[in-house]
């Protein structure tokens, strides 16, 4: 079965960087779009940047755009969320999502597997 599994989240101070990894097992991975989406307590899902199965289509909140890059590796079955200028507000559970198709899809609707999620704390 498809398993996601994440890592690299923590506690950061305002500014700071942190780089999210995702491993994906069960399935082949260089035909799976993926996402990464953050929810915040008490809040929604929220896309945060999403990569099509070569990596030729990327697409980024405007909220992170600037300061976030993903990007995938296809021979390690990995995609990664490098997190720069870390801000309060990005404080959130980090989730990776995949989804079998050629482009880059933006809503979790789209996305039929999940992470468990990483925490990740922005200090000021």
């Known amino acids: 079965q498809v398993q996601l599994v994440e890592s690299g989240g923590g506690l950061v101070q305002a500014g700071g960087s942190l780089r999210l990894s995702c491993a994906a097992s069960?399935?082949?991975?260089?035909?799976?779009?993926m996402g990464w989406f953050r929810q915040a307590p008490g809040k929604e899902r929220e896309f945060v940047a999403a990569?099509?199965?070569?990596?030729?289509?990327?697409y980024y909140a405007d909220s992170v755009k600037g300061r976030f890059a993903i990007s995938r590796d296809n021979a390690k079955n990995t995609v990664y969320l490098q997190m720069n200028s870390l801000k309060p507000e990005d404080t959130a559970v980090y989730y990776c999502?995949?989804?079998?198709?050629?482009?880059?899809?933006?809503?979790?609707?789209?996305?039929?597997?999940w992470g468990q999620g990483t925490q990740v704390t922005v200090s000021s």
């Open positions: 999502s995949a989804r079998l198709g050629s482009y880059s899809y933006t809503r979790a609707n789209e996305y039929p597997y």
């Open positions: 069960g399935l082949t991975f260089s035909r799976y779009a």
């Open positions: 990569i099509s199965w070569s990596g030729d289509r990327i």
